[in-house]
């Protein structure tokens, strides 16, 4: 909620400035793959410090979309954004700064922005926040901390939480095993566009008595019901 006040903000400002339109004038160009245009539009605004843009030319540069490929330069427009507060610059920064992309591996700074992230929703954020935690990654472990981090990003319907936990439950390492809710999460991952094997989904289906497999099935049915009430 936090961060679309911020772009409402964001958004409004540059419309005084006159400068939204050129924002979307290369938003609407990104989107057909006209990158050239696309940081045409965006560059003048991101020399002004608006963080949409700066975010928007990092992803081109992260991606070498219509410039070469330069996570170096993505890193720094990240940084530049995400100190203005915007969360997907934020994400994008705590990503870099955990696989050392672009930047020096820092594991307390990408605990940092991921939480920052995180905490204005950012379910990729949220995902990468739990990870740090589970592993204890530039911070003591911390694992119910990190599972309330996973299902916040799962119930929002992001796919790699909602495997995540799956795998955790069918591991029983951290938490008591459950076959059932690790079926629970593989099957509503895979209407995210899960990259999970449909073969691991069956492996742990196999797992399951008949009575088990149906109390699932009624578990996603009663979670994409409720999923849909909250859309």
Known sequence: MKQFVYSIIVYLALSASGGAQDYDKGYDAAKIGDYETALKEWRPLAEKKNALAQYQIGLLYQHGKGVSKNLVKAAILYQLAAEQNLASAQSSLGNFYLSGRGIKQDFKKALYWSKRAAFQGEVAAQTRLAFILRYGKGTKRNIPESLIWYKRAAEQGFAPAQDALATIYANGKIVRR????????????????????????????????????????????????????RK
């Not at 999460?185 to 566009?193: A, C, P, Q, T, Y």
């Open 178 to 229: 459950s076959y059932l809710l690790a079926f629970k999460w593989l099957k509503i991952s895979s209407f995210f566009g899960s990259k999970k094997s449909p073969g691991y989904r069956h492996w742990v289906s196999k797992k399951l008595t008949a009575k088990e497999k149906k109390k699932a099935n009624q578990l996603v049915q009663k979670w994409v019901i409720a999923y849909k009430n």
